[in-house]
Protein backbone atom coordinates (compact mmCIF):
# COMPACT_ATOMS: atom_id res chain seq x y z
CA UNK A 1 0.00 0.00 0.00
CA UNK A 2 2.93 2.38 1.15
CA UNK A 3 4.91 1.40 -2.41
CA UNK A 4 1.78 2.41 -4.27
CA UNK A 5 0.85 5.17 -2.61
CA UNK A 6 4.61 6.80 -3.10
CA UNK A 7 4.30 5.78 -7.15
CA UNK A 8 1.36 7.44 -7.24
CA UNK A 9 3.31 10.86 -6.60
CA UNK A 10 5.52 9.74 -8.67
CA UNK A 11 3.36 9.53 -11.71
CA UNK A 12 1.62 12.68 -10.85
CA UNK A 13 4.39 14.64 -10.71
CA UNK A 14 5.24 13.13 -13.86
CA UNK A 15 1.71 14.03 -15.67
CA UNK A 16 0.73 10.66 -15.21
CA UNK A 17 3.23 10.01 -18.02
CA UNK A 18 1.06 11.34 -20.75
CA UNK A 19 -1.17 8.62 -21.02
CA UNK A 20 -4.30 10.54 -20.18
CA UNK A 21 -5.57 13.08 -22.23
CA UNK A 22 -6.32 16.62 -21.03
CA UNK A 23 -3.56 16.63 -18.78
CA UNK A 24 -0.88 18.62 -20.80
CA UNK A 25 -2.83 21.89 -21.12
CA UNK A 26 -1.27 24.89 -19.01
CA UNK A 27 1.90 22.42 -18.75
CA UNK A 28 -0.08 19.60 -16.62
CA UNK A 29 -0.70 21.81 -13.94
CA UNK A 30 -3.62 19.47 -13.01
CA UNK A 31 -1.94 16.60 -12.05
CA UNK A 32 0.84 18.51 -10.54
CA UNK A 33 -1.66 20.05 -8.08
CA UNK A 34 -3.49 16.37 -7.36
CA UNK A 35 0.26 15.68 -6.51
CA UNK A 36 0.47 18.23 -3.98
CA UNK A 37 -2.77 17.22 -2.48
CA UNK A 38 -1.67 13.16 -1.66
CA UNK A 39 1.78 14.64 -0.34
CA UNK A 40 -0.33 17.06 2.30
CA UNK A 41 -2.53 14.25 3.07
CA UNK A 42 0.15 11.75 3.29
CA UNK A 43 1.72 14.59 6.32
CA UNK A 44 -0.88 14.43 7.84
CA UNK A 45 -1.26 10.87 8.22
CA UNK A 46 2.12 10.21 9.31
CA UNK A 47 1.48 13.14 11.72
CA UNK A 48 -1.37 11.47 13.47
CA UNK A 49 0.26 8.45 13.21
CA UNK A 50 4.10 8.88 14.48
CA UNK A 51 5.05 8.37 17.39
CA UNK A 52 8.11 9.61 18.83
CA UNK A 53 10.37 6.77 18.06
CA UNK A 54 9.63 6.40 14.63
CA UNK A 55 9.58 10.39 13.83
CA UNK A 56 13.09 10.73 14.86
CA UNK A 57 14.82 10.15 11.36
CA UNK A 58 12.84 13.33 10.42
CA UNK A 59 15.93 14.90 12.43
CA UNK A 60 18.40 15.35 9.59
CA UNK A 61 19.82 18.20 7.78
CA UNK A 62 18.07 17.41 5.17
CA UNK A 63 14.50 18.33 6.54
CA UNK A 64 16.35 21.51 7.73
CA UNK A 65 17.12 21.64 3.84
CA UNK A 66 13.70 21.69 3.00
CA UNK A 67 12.71 24.14 5.56
CA UNK A 68 14.90 27.00 4.63
CA UNK A 69 14.86 26.15 1.04
CA UNK A 70 11.23 26.89 1.15
CA UNK A 71 11.70 30.03 3.31
CA UNK A 72 14.65 30.98 0.63
CA UNK A 73 11.29 30.40 -1.89
CA UNK A 74 8.73 32.71 0.14
CA UNK A 75 11.53 35.32 -0.01
CA UNK A 76 11.84 34.96 -3.81
CA UNK A 77 8.23 35.99 -3.74
CA UNK A 78 8.71 39.11 -1.91
CA UNK A 79 11.94 39.95 -4.65
CA UNK A 80 9.43 39.58 -7.49
CA UNK A 81 6.88 41.85 -5.96
CA UNK A 82 9.46 44.72 -5.76
CA UNK A 83 11.23 43.77 -9.27
CA UNK A 84 8.45 42.99 -11.39
CA UNK A 85 5.19 44.37 -9.53
CA UNK A 86 3.14 41.29 -9.01
CA UNK A 87 1.08 40.27 -6.48
CA UNK A 88 1.89 38.49 -3.09
CA UNK A 89 -0.83 36.35 -4.05
CA UNK A 90 0.57 35.84 -7.45
CA UNK A 91 3.90 35.06 -6.42
CA UNK A 92 2.55 32.48 -4.19
CA UNK A 93 0.54 30.89 -6.49
CA UNK A 94 3.59 30.57 -8.77
CA UNK A 95 5.80 29.00 -6.41
CA UNK A 96 3.14 26.07 -5.21
CA UNK A 97 5.28 23.43 -7.39
CA UNK A 98 8.16 24.18 -4.67
CA UNK A 99 5.75 22.19 -1.97
CA UNK A 100 7.36 18.86 -3.74
CA UNK A 101 10.00 19.47 -1.84
CA UNK A 102 7.72 18.01 1.26
CA UNK A 103 7.72 14.49 -0.58
CA UNK A 104 11.00 14.18 1.43
CA UNK A 105 9.52 13.28 4.60
CA UNK A 106 7.35 11.11 3.17
CA UNK A 107 9.52 9.02 1.25
CA UNK A 108 11.72 9.07 4.67
CA UNK A 109 8.36 8.07 6.66
CA UNK A 110 7.25 5.87 3.94
CA UNK A 111 10.56 3.55 3.12
CA UNK A 112 11.04 2.92 6.57
CA UNK A 113 13.66 0.35 6.26
CA UNK A 114 16.10 -0.76 3.79
CA UNK A 115 14.31 -3.69 2.85
CA UNK A 116 11.43 -1.46 2.17
CA UNK A 117 13.83 0.64 -0.06
CA UNK A 118 14.97 -2.48 -2.10
CA UNK A 119 11.06 -3.22 -2.49
CA UNK A 120 10.09 0.28 -4.06
CA UNK A 121 13.64 0.45 -6.19
CA UNK A 122 12.14 -2.70 -7.76
CA UNK A 123 8.16 -1.53 -8.46
CA UNK A 124 10.24 1.62 -9.49
CA UNK A 125 12.72 -0.40 -12.27
CA UNK A 126 9.06 -2.28 -13.47
CA UNK A 127 7.04 0.74 -13.94
CA UNK A 128 10.37 2.25 -16.00
CA UNK A 129 10.30 -1.24 -17.87
CA UNK A 130 6.27 -0.58 -18.60
CA UNK A 131 6.81 2.73 -20.05
CA UNK A 132 9.61 1.47 -22.45
CA UNK A 133 6.80 -0.79 -24.11
CA UNK A 134 4.56 1.61 -24.28
CA UNK A 135 6.85 3.58 -25.82
CA UNK A 136 7.94 1.12 -28.20
CA UNK A 137 4.35 0.73 -29.32
CA UNK A 138 4.06 4.34 -29.61
CA UNK A 139 6.64 4.62 -31.94
CA UNK A 140 5.77 1.73 -34.12
CA UNK A 141 2.85 3.77 -35.13
CA UNK A 142 0.18 3.25 -32.89
CA UNK A 143 0.54 6.69 -30.76
CA UNK A 144 -0.52 6.24 -27.02
CA UNK A 145 0.49 9.45 -25.73
CA UNK A 146 -1.05 12.40 -25.29
CA UNK A 147 1.71 15.29 -26.41
CA UNK A 148 3.03 17.49 -28.78
CA UNK A 149 6.28 15.40 -29.56
CA UNK A 150 4.64 11.60 -29.05
CA UNK A 151 5.18 10.93 -32.55
CA UNK A 152 8.78 12.07 -31.93
CA UNK A 153 10.97 15.40 -33.01
CA UNK A 154 13.64 15.64 -34.74
CA UNK A 155 16.06 12.82 -36.25
CA UNK A 156 19.62 12.50 -34.90
CA UNK A 157 22.09 9.86 -35.65
CA UNK A 158 19.95 8.89 -38.61
CA UNK A 159 16.57 8.20 -37.17
CA UNK A 160 13.67 10.31 -35.53
CA UNK A 161 14.34 10.57 -31.73
CA UNK A 162 11.74 8.79 -29.83
CA UNK A 163 9.03 9.77 -27.06
CA UNK A 164 9.85 7.89 -24.12
CA UNK A 165 8.38 10.17 -20.98
CA UNK A 166 9.84 10.51 -17.65
CA UNK A 167 13.38 9.74 -18.56
CA UNK A 168 14.31 10.77 -15.00
CA UNK A 169 13.28 7.43 -13.94
CA UNK A 170 14.93 5.57 -16.77
CA UNK A 171 17.73 7.45 -15.24
CA UNK A 172 17.57 6.31 -11.52
CA UNK A 173 16.28 2.81 -12.64
CA UNK A 174 18.98 2.00 -14.87
CA UNK A 175 21.88 2.99 -12.37
CA UNK A 176 19.79 0.99 -9.34
CA UNK A 177 20.10 -2.25 -11.66
CA UNK A 178 23.80 -1.82 -12.40
CA UNK A 179 24.59 -1.45 -8.98
CA UNK A 180 22.70 -4.80 -8.24
CA UNK A 181 24.28 -6.69 -10.92
CA UNK A 182 27.48 -6.07 -9.75
CA UNK A 183 26.52 -6.75 -6.35
CA UNK A 184 25.16 -10.18 -7.72
CA UNK A 185 28.64 -10.62 -9.35
CA UNK A 186 27.54 -12.91 -11.72
CA UNK A 187 28.33 -13.15 -15.32
CA UNK A 188 23.99 -12.79 -15.92
CA UNK A 189 21.31 -11.83 -13.90
CA UNK A 190 17.71 -10.17 -14.09
CA UNK A 191 19.56 -7.16 -13.26
CA UNK A 192 21.75 -6.91 -15.56
CA UNK A 193 18.91 -7.51 -18.36
CA UNK A 194 16.92 -5.01 -17.03
CA UNK A 195 19.71 -2.51 -17.12
CA UNK A 196 20.36 -3.09 -20.67
CA UNK A 197 16.53 -2.25 -21.51
CA UNK A 198 16.12 0.83 -19.21
CA UNK A 199 20.02 2.07 -20.37
CA UNK A 200 19.33 1.40 -24.12
CA UNK A 201 16.04 2.46 -23.65
CA UNK A 202 18.27 5.95 -22.59
CA UNK A 203 20.07 5.83 -25.49
CA UNK A 204 17.05 5.29 -27.96
CA UNK A 205 15.82 8.38 -26.33
CA UNK A 206 19.17 10.46 -27.92
CA UNK A 207 19.11 13.27 -25.36
CA UNK A 208 22.74 13.61 -24.44
CA UNK A 209 22.80 15.38 -21.44
CA UNK A 210 21.36 12.06 -20.21
CA UNK A 211 23.02 9.79 -21.84
CA UNK A 212 26.68 11.25 -20.66
CA UNK A 213 25.73 11.73 -17.04
CA UNK A 214 24.16 7.98 -17.22
CA UNK A 215 27.86 6.46 -18.94
CA UNK A 216 29.98 8.34 -16.71
CA UNK A 217 28.04 7.53 -13.44
CA UNK A 218 27.98 3.76 -14.69
CA UNK A 219 31.71 4.28 -15.61
CA UNK A 220 32.76 5.78 -11.85
CA UNK A 221 30.97 2.31 -10.22
CA UNK A 222 32.71 0.05 -11.96
CA UNK A 223 36.21 2.08 -10.76
CA UNK A 224 35.06 2.15 -7.78
CA UNK A 225 34.16 -1.82 -7.43
CA UNK A 226 37.35 -2.14 -9.17
CA UNK A 227 35.84 -4.32 -12.27
CA UNK A 228 38.28 -3.16 -14.32
CA UNK A 229 37.87 -6.49 -16.63
CA UNK A 230 34.05 -5.59 -16.79
CA UNK A 231 35.23 -2.08 -18.01
CA UNK A 232 37.86 -2.83 -20.58
CA UNK A 233 35.60 -5.63 -22.03
CA UNK A 234 32.97 -3.33 -22.47
CA UNK A 235 34.88 -0.86 -24.16
CA UNK A 236 36.00 -3.74 -26.68
CA UNK A 237 32.76 -4.35 -27.29
CA UNK A 238 32.17 -0.87 -27.87
CA UNK A 239 34.67 -0.37 -30.22
CA UNK A 240 33.48 -4.00 -32.37
CA UNK A 241 30.77 -2.59 -32.71
CA UNK A 242 31.77 0.78 -33.84
CA UNK A 243 34.08 -0.78 -36.32
CA UNK A 244 31.20 -3.26 -37.66
CA UNK A 245 28.68 0.07 -37.77
CA UNK A 246 31.77 1.93 -39.75
CA UNK A 247 31.98 -1.06 -42.42
CA UNK A 248 28.36 -1.07 -42.84
CA UNK A 249 27.87 2.52 -43.14
CA UNK A 250 25.43 2.84 -40.40
CA UNK A 251 25.67 5.93 -37.46
CA UNK A 252 26.43 4.60 -33.76
CA UNK A 253 24.00 6.53 -31.65
CA UNK A 254 26.00 6.10 -28.37
CA UNK A 255 29.53 7.54 -30.07
CA UNK A 256 27.50 10.10 -32.25
CA UNK A 257 26.24 11.36 -28.77
CA UNK A 258 29.62 12.01 -27.84
CA UNK A 259 30.72 13.34 -30.71
CA UNK A 260 28.09 15.81 -31.73
CA UNK A 261 27.86 17.46 -27.97
CA UNK A 262 31.48 17.60 -28.46
CA UNK A 263 31.56 19.13 -31.43
CA UNK A 264 28.59 21.56 -30.75
CA UNK A 265 30.62 22.56 -27.42
CA UNK A 266 33.72 22.98 -29.45
CA UNK A 267 31.80 24.84 -32.35
CA UNK A 268 28.83 26.60 -30.62
CA UNK A 269 26.95 25.15 -32.98
CA UNK A 270 23.50 23.25 -32.47
CA UNK A 271 21.68 23.23 -29.13
CA UNK A 272 24.75 24.69 -27.60
CA UNK A 273 24.66 28.01 -29.15
CA UNK A 274 21.51 28.88 -28.11
CA UNK A 275 22.46 27.53 -24.31
CA UNK A 276 25.52 29.73 -24.32
CA UNK A 277 22.91 32.68 -24.86
CA UNK A 278 20.92 31.44 -22.34
CA UNK A 279 24.04 31.11 -19.97
CA UNK A 280 25.27 34.90 -20.78
CA UNK A 281 21.65 36.09 -20.30
CA UNK A 282 21.36 34.07 -16.84
CA UNK A 283 24.71 35.32 -15.65
CA UNK A 284 23.61 38.91 -16.25
CA UNK A 285 20.67 38.31 -14.09
CA UNK A 286 22.68 36.72 -11.78
CA UNK A 287 25.08 39.57 -11.48
CA UNK A 288 22.21 42.12 -11.38
CA UNK A 289 20.52 40.75 -8.31
CA UNK A 290 23.50 38.93 -6.78
CA UNK A 291 22.19 39.21 -2.97
CA UNK A 292 18.61 38.41 -3.18
CA UNK A 293 18.53 36.29 -6.12
CA UNK A 294 15.96 37.74 -9.04
CA UNK A 295 12.60 36.47 -8.24
CA UNK A 296 12.53 34.50 -11.30
CA UNK A 297 11.18 31.42 -10.00
CA UNK A 298 8.16 32.64 -8.92
CA UNK A 299 6.66 35.18 -11.86
CA UNK A 300 3.51 33.87 -12.51
CA UNK A 301 2.15 33.40 -16.29
CA UNK A 302 -0.95 35.54 -17.20
CA UNK A 303 -4.01 34.40 -18.85
CA UNK A 304 -2.31 36.22 -22.05
CA UNK A 305 0.47 34.17 -22.45
CA UNK A 306 4.05 34.74 -22.70
CA UNK A 307 3.81 37.57 -25.51
CA UNK A 308 4.67 41.03 -24.25
CA UNK A 309 6.84 39.84 -21.32
CA UNK A 310 10.17 41.46 -22.83
CA UNK A 311 12.90 40.84 -20.78
CA UNK A 312 10.98 38.98 -18.00
CA UNK A 313 11.61 35.98 -20.49
CA UNK A 314 14.92 36.03 -19.97
CA UNK A 315 14.37 35.88 -16.36
CA UNK A 316 11.63 33.48 -15.82
CA UNK A 317 12.14 31.28 -18.60
CA UNK A 318 14.80 29.26 -20.13
CA UNK A 319 14.74 26.69 -17.01
CA UNK A 320 16.43 24.13 -18.73
CA UNK A 321 20.51 24.54 -17.54
CA UNK A 322 20.29 23.35 -13.89
CA UNK A 323 23.51 25.54 -12.66
CA UNK A 324 22.73 28.68 -14.48
CA UNK A 325 18.76 28.50 -13.62
CA UNK A 326 19.81 27.91 -10.21
CA UNK A 327 21.96 30.41 -9.64
CA UNK A 328 19.27 33.42 -11.82
CA UNK A 329 16.20 32.34 -9.38
CA UNK A 330 18.29 32.23 -6.06
CA UNK A 331 21.57 34.87 -6.40
CA UNK A 332 24.56 33.93 -3.70
CA UNK A 333 22.11 32.08 -1.08
CA UNK A 334 21.72 29.82 -3.76
CA UNK A 335 25.26 29.02 -4.19
CA UNK A 336 25.07 28.58 -0.37
CA UNK A 337 22.03 26.07 -0.50
CA UNK A 338 23.76 24.27 -2.85
CA UNK A 339 27.37 24.04 -2.05
CA UNK A 340 25.45 22.85 1.72
CA UNK A 341 23.63 20.17 -0.13
CA UNK A 342 26.44 18.69 -1.78
CA UNK A 343 29.06 18.26 1.10
CA UNK A 344 26.77 17.48 3.55
CA UNK A 345 25.06 14.67 0.94
CA UNK A 346 28.55 13.17 0.63
CA UNK A 347 28.68 13.07 4.18
CA UNK A 348 25.70 11.31 4.92
CA UNK A 349 26.95 8.56 2.33
CA UNK A 350 30.43 8.06 3.73
CA UNK A 351 28.19 7.35 7.21
CA UNK A 352 26.66 4.30 5.40
CA UNK A 353 30.17 2.79 6.17
CA UNK A 354 31.57 0.15 2.75
CA UNK A 355 30.00 -3.10 3.55
CA UNK A 356 26.65 -4.55 3.84
CA UNK A 357 23.29 -3.80 3.08
CA UNK A 358 23.43 -0.06 4.57
CA UNK A 359 26.69 0.69 2.33
CA UNK A 360 25.00 -1.21 -0.43
CA UNK A 361 21.54 1.13 -0.69
CA UNK A 362 23.61 4.38 0.69
CA UNK A 363 26.54 4.10 -2.11
CA UNK A 364 23.69 3.98 -4.70
CA UNK A 365 22.18 6.77 -3.44
CA UNK A 366 25.62 8.60 -3.72
CA UNK A 367 25.75 7.43 -7.41
CA UNK A 368 22.55 8.46 -7.77
CA UNK A 369 23.35 12.07 -6.93
CA UNK A 370 26.44 12.27 -8.89
CA UNK A 371 24.22 11.50 -11.69
CA UNK A 372 22.00 14.18 -10.56
CA UNK A 373 25.21 16.63 -10.25
CA UNK A 374 26.84 15.97 -13.89
CA UNK A 375 23.18 15.95 -15.65
CA UNK A 376 22.48 19.47 -14.28
CA UNK A 377 24.99 20.88 -16.95
CA UNK A 378 21.92 21.08 -18.87
CA UNK A 379 18.98 19.42 -17.23
CA UNK A 380 17.03 21.25 -13.98
CA UNK A 381 16.35 19.05 -10.96
CA UNK A 382 16.38 21.65 -8.02
CA UNK A 383 13.54 23.87 -9.01
CA UNK A 384 11.39 21.30 -11.39
CA UNK A 385 8.80 19.08 -9.80
CA UNK A 386 9.29 16.11 -11.55
CA UNK A 387 13.01 16.62 -10.39
CA UNK A 388 12.26 17.67 -7.15
CA UNK A 389 10.79 14.24 -6.30
CA UNK A 390 13.73 12.32 -7.72
CA UNK A 391 16.19 14.41 -5.60
CA UNK A 392 13.65 14.07 -2.77
CA UNK A 393 13.79 10.35 -2.98
CA UNK A 394 17.61 10.08 -3.27
CA UNK A 395 17.47 11.83 0.11
CA UNK A 396 15.08 9.77 1.95
CA UNK A 397 17.00 6.79 1.04
CA UNK A 398 20.94 8.29 1.79
CA UNK A 399 19.13 8.97 5.24
CA UNK A 400 17.33 5.84 5.65
CA UNK A 401 20.89 3.87 4.85
CA UNK A 402 22.81 6.11 7.22
CA UNK A 403 20.24 5.56 9.70
CA UNK A 404 20.62 2.01 9.78
CA UNK A 405 24.61 1.83 10.14
CA UNK A 406 24.23 4.05 13.03
CA UNK A 407 21.95 1.44 14.99
CA UNK A 408 23.81 -1.28 13.60
CA UNK A 409 27.06 0.82 15.31
CA UNK A 410 25.53 0.81 18.49
CA UNK A 411 25.78 -1.55 21.57
CA UNK A 412 22.29 -3.83 22.10
CA UNK A 413 22.24 -2.33 25.38
CA UNK A 414 23.37 1.56 25.03
CA UNK A 415 21.18 4.16 24.62
CA UNK A 416 22.22 6.87 21.93
CA UNK A 417 22.65 10.46 23.21
CA UNK A 418 19.71 12.65 22.99
CA UNK A 419 22.02 15.04 21.28
CA UNK A 420 23.64 13.07 18.95
CA UNK A 421 19.27 12.00 18.09
CA UNK A 422 18.48 15.61 17.26
CA UNK A 423 21.64 16.50 15.34
CA UNK A 424 20.77 17.25 11.62
CA UNK A 425 24.64 17.05 11.26
CA UNK A 426 24.94 13.32 12.85
CA UNK A 427 22.36 11.16 10.88
Not at 1 to 30: E, K, Q
Not at 77 to 95: E, K
Not at 191 to 211: E, K, N, P
Amino acid sequence: MVIAYLISIIALVHNMFNLIPGNTRAGGTRTLDAGLVIILLGLVYYALKLRRSTAQPLANFFSWYVFFYLLLVVVQVAVASLNYSQSILDGFIAARHQLYYLSFPVFLLGLNDLQKVETFMKAFTGLAIVLIVISLVNYSGFTMFYHQRAEGHGVRSGIVRAFIPAMSIMVMAALWEFWAYLRDNRRFSIHLASFMIVYGAIIFRQTRGRIIAVTLTLVLMLIAKRRFKLLAGGAVLLVLGLGIQMLVGSESILLNTFESAYSDVAQGEGTWSTRMKQIQSSWNVFMDNFMTGSGGLVIRQQEGGWAGWGDLLTVAFNADLGYWTWLKFFGYPGIVFLLALVLVFYRYALLCGSHGERAYIGQFAAYHFTCILISMVTINYLTHPAGIVLLCLTMAIVVRAAKAEETSLAEPEAEIPAERKISPWNP
